[in-house]
């Protein structure tokens, strides 16, 4: 998400970097490039406008043009005007009835049903009871829809087929929530236009009826201008209590979450970034916030490597790259303890700049290669892993022989395994530089980046 | 917008609805009218300050920044060799979007007796599946003999969605199990279609991000093997996209053009508030033409798309 407003930035700021000392003009040069990066990445062209206007006013008060470090300054205060414009925490569910409804609303195929599946996977997950609604009275199999995710889950769905009036599914729901001891209810329904005023009473209604602790605005990433009218219509009718991002999984640039939120307020709590039910976790705007600018999901990354590596083999084998003594066999264990981590392509774009780097590539190309590496490694004595050099023509052939690839391979592997150590022995000075853990595990992930990964 | 004005008889009970629709449009396209018209006539001459302002205006209506600097520089030269007293900025920009939409033919391949396979792609949610019911609806009307095939063996409920169109517009479907594979649905459907001698077979397909590497291999081999069993097939590969949508939508067009070289584009959901700027980057770079529009759920929410209209509808000029 946010690649090619990111990738902006990231050349305004480049030359920003290469200036000890910059001018008014500077700014002012680099903010209309902000400006219309901002403008291209779908950001409302008002929201753009006020962002621009309060990033000037505060690197002006701060007296940026004197200080030593202007470049980097700067990026600080448009990082947290870009915070603060995404809402500077993660608003949590409100989940204080018995039992709670969250309804979830949105236009057409924005992914609704799929959200309603994959918020109750996660509710489960947290120890809730959930019970999916299927209240769209109007998609042809919109039930069946939703009744196929339940069934996948062993979430129980009520579903009405051929009942037109939500009030009556409504009612039924909550009978079987009480039956069945579910403690929070999740209404799937219809997509519409915010325009569509018939519609849209019929969600005040609903709203009415079942009084919601949540209703969740669940808007596609890829939304362009008009994602202000949606917003602020839905919210005007309705009072959402925050949204969901969806599609994040894509490359559209998402200045719709920054339009969305400045124009109600309300907070973005999820976001959605696959088709499949797991691919759903909550909004962090921090984090959003650093990857517009090109600084890469960095948080999020640490997070999902403490889930799935084994943090000492970890903080081992950075302790090794930084002192470059990283073998062939840390090369193996990187393969695999990556391959835990999920497909390459997340991962890739979660760096920084990385989005850039997956740009078209054929990441299922890099899979196989990936797994030939792995083959051939494991083909290599002990002694041999550890010090490559003294892999000679001889053992080459052996190796090749043993894992069933040509030797030009094989010399293509150690190639590129010299290139990463190199890679490595950089991005140890980088982190020094950063010095911090998420800088760290950058500096990691980026070196892990050649090594293997599973695809969705 | 305008061209709503053109929907036939069959849905006229909707006209109310539909008039509200377009004085509303009609307010927020005057609106940028407005915006434009007050940049333009404020200062005499096309400033740096005013050209930007333009831009962000046209963004705005997304059009992207391309197309937003090629209407600023046709202004420009219109200004200059017109002089500003029969300067018309909205008609000037309302004929460059027109140009912009005229490449390519618009109108559906007809291959009169032999069968002609139409494939539906784009992203997820922009309509694929409903526009498929649409243009089997149409073709129907038209005397064609039409058939469907439920190739989106993935997403929940996804054949049952379409299955519940073929019921209502009594059109045969073929479709596999869940978890099929794509393409031997494809192949028996288009086996089917041949016995059957049918004039149209509409392929609905699964929505697919156009940067996952390996749906778009998918979608590929589902054409691959398609154009095993008849030469030719799909003649047609329509990509449907959501006039919602910003400027991804250029990036999507784009990369489904490089895996499965577009025929058309359908704009869905143009019923709503969005202008679909967009489609005027998108053909400006690709010549792929925009063959129908999308304005509604209904079955018959599908036009023609006319050029003309849609500039004017854009720039909400009167015909
Ligand atoms: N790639 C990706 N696809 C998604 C995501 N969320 C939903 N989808 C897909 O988007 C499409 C539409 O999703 P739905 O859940 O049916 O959308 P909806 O809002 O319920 O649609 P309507 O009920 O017709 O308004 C489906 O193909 C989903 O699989 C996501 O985060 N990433
Ligand atoms: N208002 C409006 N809604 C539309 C239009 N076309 C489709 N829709 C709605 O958009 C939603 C998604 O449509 P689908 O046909 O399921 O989209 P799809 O591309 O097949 O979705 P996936 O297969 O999940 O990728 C449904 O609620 C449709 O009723 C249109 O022109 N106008
Ligand atoms: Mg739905
Ligand atoms: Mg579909």
């Known amino acids: ?456 | 917008m305008r061209y709503l004005s053109a929907v036939d008889d069959s849905i006229s009970k909707t006209m109310g609805f539909f008039q509200k629709l377009k004085d509303r449009l009609g307010r927020t396209q005057n609106k940028l009218v407005h915006e434009i018209k007050r940049i333009v006539t404020r200062s005499p001459k096309l400033t740096a300050d005013s050209a930007e302002e333009l831009e962000a205006a046209l963004l705005s209506a997304d059009f992207g920044m391309t197309m937003t600097l090629r209407i600023i520089e046709a202004t420009r030269k219109a200004y200059e060799s017109k002089g500003k007293g029969e300067f018309d900025f909205v008609k000037v920009a309302a004929d460059e979007v027109e140009r912009a939409l005229s490449s390519g033919d618009p109108s559906l391949l007809d291959q009169g007796d032999d069968l002609t396979v139409i494939s539906m792609v784009g992203v997820n949610g922009t309509g694929k599946t409903t526009t498929c019911a649409k243009l089997a609806n149409r073709l129907k009307l038209q005397g064609k003999t039409v058939g469907m095939a439920a190739c989106d063996t993935f997403r929940a409920a996804a054949i049952d969605q379409l299955k519940v169109w073929s019921e209502r517009l009594d059109v045969p479907l073929t479709m596999g199990d869940y978890g099929a594979d794509p393409a031997a649905v494809a192949h028996d459907a288009v086996s089917s279609a041949l016995s059957k001698n049918s004039d149209y077979l509409l392929i609905d397909t699964a929505g697919r991000l156009h940067t996952k590497h390996n749906l778009m291999q998918e979608l590929q081999k589902v054409h691959r093997v398609m154009g095993k069993k008849l030469e030719g097939a799909p003649h047609e590969t329509l990509l449907v996209l959501d006039a919602t949508t910003g400027m991804n939508a250029l990036n999507q067009a784009r990369e489904f053009n490089k895996a499965v070289p577009l025929t058309g584009l359908v704009i869905t959901k143009l019923d709503g508030t969005s202008k679909a700027g967009m489609v005027v980057a998108i053909q400006n770079e690709l010549k792929i033409p925009v063959k129908f529009i999308g304005v509604g759920e209904q079955p018959d929410d599908l036009q023609p798309f006319v050029a003309r209209e849609f500039a004017h509808a854009i720039f909400g000029l009167d015909e």
């Open chain 1, 1 to 456: 998400m946010f690649e090619s407003l990111s990738g902006k930035l990231q050349g305004v700021f480049k030359d920003l970097r290469g200036l000890g000392k910059i001018s008014e003009s500077n700014v002012s040069e680099s903010l209309r490039e902000v400006r219309l990066a901002l403008l291209d990445a779908d950001v409302n062209f008002k929201v753009a406008k006020q962002f621009i206007a309060n990033v000037r006013e505060k690197a002006i008060g701060e007296k940026v043009i004197q200080s030593i470090h202007p470049g980097q300054q700067i990026i600080k205060i448009i990082n947290d005007e870009l915070v603060e414009l995404l809402g500077s925490q993660n608003a949590e569910l409100k989940l204080d009835a018995k039992p709670s409804s969250m309804m979830m609303v949105g236009l057409h195929g924005a992914g609704k049903t799929t959200s309603s599946g994959k918020l109750a996977k996660w509710l489960m997950k947290q120890g809730r009871k959930p019970l999916l609604v299927a209240a769209d009275v109007y998609r042809p199999a919109a039930m069946d829809q939703l009744e196929a995710l339940g069934k996948q889950m062993n979430i129980p769905t009520v579903v009405r087929r051929g009942e037109k009036d939500v009030l009556v599914i409504a009612r039924e729901a909550k009978r079987e929530a009480a039956e069945r001891e579910c403690d929070v209810l999740i209404f799937d329904t219809a997509g519409r236009l915010q325009i569509d005023e018939v519609l849209v009473q019929e969600l005040v209604r609903l709203r009415d009826d079942i009084k919601p602790q949540e209703i969740l605005l669940v808007l596609d990433a890829a939304t362009g201008q008009e994602a202000v009218n949606v917003a602020t219509h839905f919210d005007e009718a309705l009072d959402i209590s925050g949204a969901i991002l969806t599609k994040l999984d894509g490359d559209a640039r998402g200045g719709a979450a920054l339009s969305l939120k400045s124009v109600t307020g309300k907070p973005i709590k999820f976001a959605g970034a696959g088709e499949k039910l797991e691919d759903f976790e909550p909004f962090h705007p921090e984090r959003m916030a650093t990857r517009i600018l090109g600084m890469g999901d960095v948080v999020s990354l640490v997070e999902k490597a403490a889930e799935n590596v084994d943090m000492d083999e970890a903080r081992k084998l950075e302790e090794k790259m930084r002192k470059g003594v990283f073998t062939l066999d840390d090369f193996l264990d990187q393969l695999r303890q990556m391959k835990r981590l999920g497909p390459l392509e997340s991962i890739v774009k979660m760096l920084p700049g990385g989005a850039d780097m997956v740009g078209g590539a054929d990441l299922s190309k890099h899979e196989k290669e990936f797994r030939r590496m792995e083959a051939m490694i494991c083909a290599m004595t002990p002694e041999e892993r550890n010090r490559p050099q003294i892999l000679n023509a001889k053992r080459r052939q052996r190796i090749a022989k043993g894992s069933g690839v040509r030797v030009a391979e094989l010399n293509n592997l150690m190639n590129r395994f010299g290139q990463m150590q190199k890679m490595m022995r950089k991005m140890g000075k980088m982190q020094k530089m950063m010095g911090k853990m998420g800088g760290k595990m950058a500096s990691k992930m980026a070196g892990r980046m050649g090594a293997g990964f599973r695809m969705r």
